[in-house]
């Protein structure tokens, strides 16, 4: 019999959510080591409104945005790269997990360096607002894909077939031929 | 699987929640005391103190901005760091060799030869106060708490060691002495910590004598810290912890009620506060000496000063307390004041800034000049507005021309000098020189018109003669009268004919005497008078009796080029200093300088007239001065 070459609507999906995430994650990282470079010229130019001690705060908020940023961009590829792994219910998971996971990238680093812009002595501006959101976005999405991954099998050696890269994959067919 | 992850994640949850609520619950300060040495005083975060540490978080430039202070370091725990004096250089002074070691962290003062036997005697330096321009230096006694101090005294600028009694203008003494032990715990606590105790359980009781006084000395900070100026803290780092409570006033713009701003008091409690230490303070009874001891002053920044201190001044002086004091010492008021009641000791300006007519009538404050913490727009480097700590522009008019119209002030009509010139400063003429104190003369706070007839009646410079060196008092009185209508007072042949700081230098007090020591050697007197003249003065007073100011006269006349290298034992044997003397004298007969100039005693063949000189000199007003800070 001839194997069924048609993608089914959950690997159209799941490549669907991986191009978004390539996508939005090197689009991010560019923008946010764009911000590190802007940073940098600033030491560079050692300009006061960024490195006097009066402006610690933003600093220090700017900085942690640049971080943010930066870490939640590798974040987000590594979301792209790990949804085709994990187990059958991808769609499901992603459908929650990835505009989770965007919304923190945006908001997190967002929420440092809005924060930073406006500052009062030791505390940031109210922008700051949007980093508790992120973070609970954030949080969302690492615990449903952790939880995903958790439920991926040990390896065919000692689990059988079901715990290769195509287990997920077959179950899904098995579930379609029901 | 689920839910055992499930489980997981609630109890990590759990746990991060409690840590959390721990955290903020938990008292955040430390028993200070558990760790900290026995044999010296310790800072205690109590009384609702809690110590710079808790400001700098949400306040990072105003704590920038102090700890790049002297105010912060006027008391640190000595240490490599902070030790200035240089490391195994030796100095000698009436034959000891004395040195600075390091062992480690630790720094060391050594007597060569003082120990049993020949031995060196070293002693562990402890405490150090001062940063500014001299580092007083201080050992665990290792009586309790009681710090007993090194005698001699470490001058920054000058790097340059000295017996601690020639800091002070003091009457000459024959040996050198430091402090009795106890000093610290007992005096400088005041004013150069924040919330200082003495706490001395023996203090009061008839049979113990001072030198056996035990000590428990605690304060809230070394130094002079956030809390001195703000009040106690604590209640307010605890109730800003609350975000919500913060951001409502970053949001309202209205002032936190929970910490005092001095800037938001009015002129006159801001500037008590400044007078907690700044001024000339008493107690008003001896149960009050007692309370301070146990529990430390009282006072609190936005209360009224005089409810806890007796603020000194002469006009208040039949009140009963300070008619005790002056009995007591018969000194006391020309200890601190000049005659009229201006004071005349430095580090106490608050005493002169509540006799001006700007502050009285005004809302001058020291605020008006002085910002505490420099601004974020202000160029300077930090290390520059911390020699002074004056706002920007106040170097120049503008500190006066925020009340007072500069179209009439600032202008050559009043001020009859060149508009660049240092003469047309407002301070020039209105805040002289007139006060002393750590080996120099310091700007009177006491803001007044320059008169020939207040000199005559206290002795104290007037701003005229103070630059104009070269200068009569009758010429003085002369440009008042015509300028301002200042009434010419009656002078004697002298004051007519002789210039008045030869007059001060010569045959006044030694207070007078450091003042015109100094002046001799202040730039914009130099330039206004010239200065060819001034060395065979200058070497005169180089055989002064008070340490002070032949110090201060050597110093002066390194100013001149054809002096700058000149080497003067300044504490040396009587034999020494005439040998100085003369020697100045010698090298300036080589140098060019004009003749006939009889205000300034130089007759025409460009010589000295030494009888006149001389007798002038023995009219010198020798009676005891002691101007301590």
Redesign the interface.
């Known amino acids: 019999m001839e194997p069924d070459s048609t993608p089914t609507s959950a690997e159209i999906a799941t490549a669907t959510y991986l191009r978004r995430h390539l996508r939005f994650g090197w689009w991010s990282l560019l923008c946010f080591l764009t911000l590190g470079i802007v940073l940098e010229s600033l030491h560079g130019f050692k300009v ?1 409104w960024y490195l ?3 402006n ?2 933003r600093r220090f908020m700017w900085t942690l945005a640049h971080a943010h940023g930066v870490l939640l961009s590798l974040v987000n590829l590594a979301f792209a790269v790990t949804l085709p792994h994990l187990a059958a219910d991808t769609v499901r998971l992603a459908r929650l997990a990835s505009p989770c996971l965007m919304g923190a990238t945006l908001c997190l680093p967002g929420g440092f360096l809005l924060g930073g812009v406006v500052i ?4 940031p501006g ?1 922008g700051i607002l949007l980093v508790p959101v992120g973070a609970l976005f954030l949080f969302i999405a690492v ?1 449903l894909t952790a ?1 995903r991954a ?2 991926l099998r040990k390896p065919a050696s000692s689990q059988g077939p079901e715990a290769t890269p195509s287990g997920p994959r077959k179950r899904e067919g098995r579930r379609r031929r029901r | 699987m689920g839910d055992r992850f499930s489980r997981i994640c609630q109890a990590v949850m759990l746990l991060l929640v409690l840590f959390l609520a721990a955290c903020n619950l938990s008292d955040y300060r430390l028993p200070a005391h558990d760790r900290a040495p026995r044999n010296r005083p310790i800072q205690v975060r109590e009384d609702s103190y809690t110590s710079s540490q808790a400001c700098q978080s949400c306040h990072p430039h105003n704590y920038s901005t102090w700890y790049g202070s002297f105010h912060r370091t006027m008391t640190q725990v000595a240490d490599a760091d902070t030790v200035a004096g240089p490391i195994n250089q030796p100095f000698s002074f009436l034959g000891q060799t004395f040195r600075l070691l390091r062992h480690g962290r630790d720094v060391w003062f050594q007597m060569d030869n003082a120990g049993p036997g020949g031995q060196p005697r070293r002693l562990r330096l402890a405490m150090i106060t001062g940063s500014h321009h001299m580092q007083v230096y201080w050992y665990a006694t290792g009586h309790s708490r009681k710090l007993g101090q090194i005698p001699y005294i470490y001058l920054i600028e000058e790097q340059q060691w000295i017996p601690r009694n020639a800091t002070f203008l003091t009457p000459p003494a024959p040996e050198i002495k430091s402090a009795l032990p106890g000093a610290w715990n007992m005096a400088c606590i005041k004013c150069h910590t924040t919330q200082g105790k003495t706490r001395s359980p023996e203090w009061g009781r008839s049979k113990v004598a001072l030198t056996d006084l035990s000590f428990d000395t605690r304060v809230a900070e070394f130094g002079i810290a956030c809390e001195a100026c703000h009040g106690p803290g604590e209640a307010h780092v605890l109730l800003n912890r609350n975000p919500l409570r913060r951001y409502g006033f970053h949001l309202n713009g209205t002032p936190d009620p929970s910490i005092v701003q001095p800037a938001r008091l009015s002129h006159q409690l801001s500037s008590q506060v400044c007078g907690q230490c700044h001024a000339i303070l008493e107690f008003y009874e001896k149960d009050d000496f007692q309370q301070w001891l146990d529990h430390g002053y009282p006072f609190r920044p936005g209360q009224v000063l005089s409810e806890s201190k007796l603020v000194v001044r002469l006009q208040d002086r039949l009140q009963p307390r300070l008619q005790q004091l002056a009995k007591r010492k018969p000194t006391y008021w020309e200890e601190k004041f000049w005659s009229d009641g201006m004071v005349r000791v430095s580090g106490r300006e608050y005493n002169g800034l509540i006799e001006t007519p700007c502050y009285l009538r005004g809302e001058l404050s020291c605020l008006s000049c002085h910002a505490m913490h420099q601004s974020p727009e202000d160029p300077r480097p930090l290390s520059r507005w911390a020699v002074d700590q004056l706002k920007p522009g106040m170097r120049g008019n503008q500190a006066c021309l925020q009340c007072h119209d500069s179209a009439r002030f600032d202008t050559p009509a009043h001020t009859h000098h060149p508009p660049a010139s240092t003469g047309s400063r407002c301070y020039n003429c209105h805040m002289p020189y007139t006060t002393y104190g750590i080996l120099k003369a310091i700007r009177s706070h006491q803001i007044d018109t320059p008169t020939v007839q207040a000199s005559l009646q206290t002795g104290r410079p007037n701003a005229c003669n103070q630059c104009h060196l070269d200068k009569t008092l009758d010429w003085a009185a002369s440009r008042l009268e015509a300028w301002y209508d200042v009434p010419k007072p009656k002078l004697s042949r002298e004051e007519r004919s002789v210039a008045a700081s030869l007059l001060w230098l010569l045959r006044g007090d030694a207070g007078q005497r450091a003042l015109m020591a100094w002046s001799l050697g202040w730039d914009s007197a130099r330039q206004a008078s010239g200065s060819d003249w001034m060395p065979p003065f200058l070497g005169q007073l180089l055989e002064d009796p008070y340490d002070a100011v032949r110090f201060i006269a050597a110093r002066s006349l390194r100013r001149s080029e054809a002096f700058a290298d000149w080497n003067y034992e300044f504490f040396g044997p009587t034999q020494v200093r005439e040998a100085a003397h003369q020697e100045v004298l010698k090298r300036w007969r080589g140098l060019p300088h004009e003749p006939d100039r009889p205000e300034v005693l130089i007759d025409a063949e460009g010589a000295v007239r030494r009888h006149l000189q001389e007798r002038l000199l023995r009219q010198r007003d020798d009676r005891v001065v002691n101007l301590a800070e």
Do not use: I, K, Q, S
């Open positions: 006061g006097d001690v009066a610690e705060t009062h002595g030791g505390d109210l615990l939880r958790t439920a």
